[in-house]
């Protein structure tokens, strides 16, 4: 029988990527973790790291659960002045390591756990690599009385922005999905929507942008240096 063999999951893809990212931990150092299903996978590896780690700052309350039933301490992000590396993953990852994020609704907390890091490391499937952001909707985070202003904002740039059903961050806020941006200039719109009255926060990380990308492909994980 002829036939092509099938090539690794995405599962396999992101736990490869997850096992990967464990190169860029000093054991007995304190890491910044992000949320999602290829971090679940590199919390998973982190608990088997020889060594351990002194302590995880988490991005969401789903991987402080994660992390605290591995018996990994939690610090709280003020608890640390700085932190060596952040590990997240991407919605969308372009060749500049601009990326879209908060598919999972955490955007806020992982822009502020990346803001205390010296690196970003991205750790992703190869379907998020991208020539240009948009195509996947943008997360943007609100205070819900700022909702319909946001929205008729996006809606001046011709973008259709509608609100996350039943979805309520770990900050109480509302997530806004915008459709129709074409992305050209990512640090501009980042800084134009950061300003707006009521946004918590814009999920373009640009200006937070990774420093390196562990991209999982058919044929391996792929270094990115940015
Ligand atoms: C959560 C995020 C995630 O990193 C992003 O949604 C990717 O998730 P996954 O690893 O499950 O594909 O930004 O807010």
New binding site residues.
Partial sequence: MSGTVPGPSQAEL?RQVGEAALAYVTPGSIVGV??????NCFIDALGRLPGGVAGAVSS?EASTARLAALGIRVYAASEVESLPVYI????EIDHAGCMI???????TR?KIVADLAARFVCI??AS?LVDRLGRFPL?VEVIPMAAAQVMRRFAKLDAEARVREGFVTDNGGLILDVQGLSIDDPAGLEAEVSQWPGVVCC?IFARNRASICLLGTPGGVRTMMF
């Fill in positions: 992101k992000g949320t999602g299903s290829t971090v969401s997240d993953g991407a919605d994020k908060g598919g999972g609704g955490a955007l992982e992703a499937d998020k997360p999920g």
